[in-house]
């Protein structure tokens, strides 16, 4: 069983550009969630997707958008970056008959300067 | 999703019992608890949840206190591949949503 999987691992991008990241989903699951995680804190709910569908959204502008894709994997972009942007994305995947449990990639770390 | 207070930090020796308190006073009759937990450089992992009923499963136990306002997470024998930061949340189960983190517990086990 492949477990979460997200690229690159690491990005550093300059303000006012746009980034991609991208999440391959653990085998079996329909849903993909995305979170920020800034340094010393836990991780911030960006959004979630199932069925290609944005499934509920956290405190995030609208320039953070996503993409789900039939064989779930997962987009995570992010436009006009800002220097507060500089923070590890992980995504999760579950599936969506049971949310207890979600697997979680090992991140992208972004830094924007 | 109710609210929840851990410590900032923790020690434990290494082989010993690792206790993880954590408050939820304002929890509702259908949330559930949840630990999860981050060692560094890698993405949070689940470790177990509950409702009322104490769990156990191979990485840990789950006791909820009676009127469900707090919970300690144990490691019964605690490595040092188990220093890591321990995240306490509630929430509905199958809601479908957000995981909400706090700041967790770091804990440092120590030989």
């Known amino acids: 069983e492949t477990g979460v999987t997200q690229s690159p691992t690491h990005l550093i991008k300059t303000r006012g550009q746009q980034v991609t990241l991208r999440c391959s989903s653990q085998?079996?699951?329909?849903?993909v969630s995305w979170y920020q995680q800034a340094l010393g804190q836990g991780p911030q709910f960006i959004f979630q997707?199932?069925?290609?569908?944005?499934?509920g959204r956290g405190n995030f502008p609208p320039r953070f958008s996503g993409l789900q894709f039939p064989n779930y994997s997962s987009e995570l972009n992010v436009n006009a970056l800002e220097l507060d942007d500089s923070a590890l994305y992980l995504c999760?995947?579950?599936?969506?008959?049971?949310?207890?449990?979600?697997?979680f990639g090992p991140g992208t770390r972004l830094t924007v300067l | 999703d109710a609210k929840t207070t851990q410590p900032t930090s923790m020690d434990c020796a290494e082989g010993r019992a690792a206790n993880l308190p954590c408050n939820h006073s304002?929890?509702?009759?259908?949330?559930?608890v949840y630990w999860y937990r981050q060692i560094h450089s890698q993405g949070p992992q689940y470790i177990i949840h509950?409702?009322?009923n104490n769990e156990t499963n191979e990485m840990a136990s789950l006791i909820i206190t009676e009127d469900r306002k707090s919970s300690t997470l144990i490691l019964p024998h605690a490595t040092l591949r188990d220093t890591a930061v321990y995240y306490c949340?509630?929430?509905?189960?199958?809601?479908?949503?957000?995981?909400?983190f706090g700041k967790g517990t770091s804990l440092l086990v120590t030989p």
């Open positions: 999760a995947s579950s599936h969506r008959d049971s949310y207890n449990e979600q697997f």
């Open positions: 085998s079996g699951h329909n849903t």
């Open positions: 997707y199932y069925r290609e569908e944005e499934n």
């Open positions: 304002t929890i509702s009759g259908n949330e559930y």
């Open positions: 509950g409702l009322k």
């Open positions: 949340i509630v929430r509905e189960s199958n809601s479908g949503y957000a995981l909400n």
